[in-house]
């Protein structure tokens, strides 16, 4: 079965200084892996996705995350947080042969970035 | 080129009432998903449809829910009889026949049952 989990319900850090929002999962075989943003009363907007390549990827507004096999993981990260980057953060996974709809989200990490 | 849109944002019912919400997804899109979102919760999955067809419905509760995507306008979350416990975050996405791996969200509509 597919699960994915993001250990921390909160991350508070300074802006200027590095952020990492965790996400570990378990999937059957290879995984899609992806990092949803969702701001206020907002739907969820796409950051970044990993399916094969290199494991560290780039994504939308200096975010990146690293895709660790042995460890089953895949931590968004940012090198210099702003207080704009205050938001929820989901983590996604789906198996790279299930069906498109079989995507399991996680619990969410509501990241607070303080002046 | 328009994004994911739903309407209306938000929607008020009393118990008992139908609740309809409309998806339009983004332009040449003809995946569409629908998941549900509780407070402080992630998203559920739902039910998966293409034009005319329902994919995957797994995630639908029994009764009182239904979905369709017709040939001709958006895809349609119908919710018979609504009770407290329906009221939520109902999120819309879509995704393009050749990169289904990739979901564009909707806006959502916040449905409240009083």
């Known amino acids: 079965a597919q699960s994915v989990a993001q250990p921390e319900d909160q991350v508070n850090v300074a802006e200027g200084n590095p952020l990492t929002v965790k996400c570990t999962y378990s999937v059957s075989g290879n995984p899609y892996l992806f990092w949803y943003v969702q701001y206020p009363n907002r739907g969820l907007q796409f950051l970044l996705k990993?399916?094969?390549?290199?494991?560290l990827v780039k994504g939308s507004y200096g975010f990146e995350a690293e895709f660790n096999k042995s460890q089953t993981s895949f931590h968004l990260k940012k090198p210099s947080a702003l207080v704009s980057d205050s938001a929820l953060y989901f983590c996604?996974?789906?198996?790279?042969?299930?069906?498109?709809?079989?995507?399991?989200f996680g619990s969410g990490t509501r990241l607070s970035i303080r002046p | 080129n328009a994004g994911v849109m739903q309407n209306p944002r938000h929607l008020v019912r009393r118990r008992g009432q139908e609740a309809r919400l409309r998806c339009s997804p983004m332009?040449?899109?003809?995946?569409v998903y629908w998941y549900r979102q509780l407070p402080e919760e992630g998203l559920k999955f739902m039910v998966y449809?293409?034009?005319?067809?329902?994919?995957?419905e797994s995630g639908m509760p029994k009764e009182r829910f239904s979905a369709e995507f017709p040939k001709e306008g958006p895809s349609i979350l119908r919710i018979q009889q609504v009770v407290r416990g329906d009221s939520a975050a109902y999120f819309c996405?879509?995704?393009?026949?050749?990169?289904?791996?990739?979901?564009?969200f909707g806006p959502g509509t916040r449905l409240l049952v009083l």
């Open positions: 332009k040449g899109h003809s995946h």
């Open positions: 449809l293409q034009k005319e067809n329902i994919i995957d």
């Open positions: 990993y399916i094969t390549g290199d494991n």
């Open positions: 996604a996974v789906r198996g790279l042969y299930s069906s498109a709809s079989k995507i399991i």
């Open positions: 996405a879509s995704s393009p026949a050749w990169a289904q791996e990739t979901q564009y």
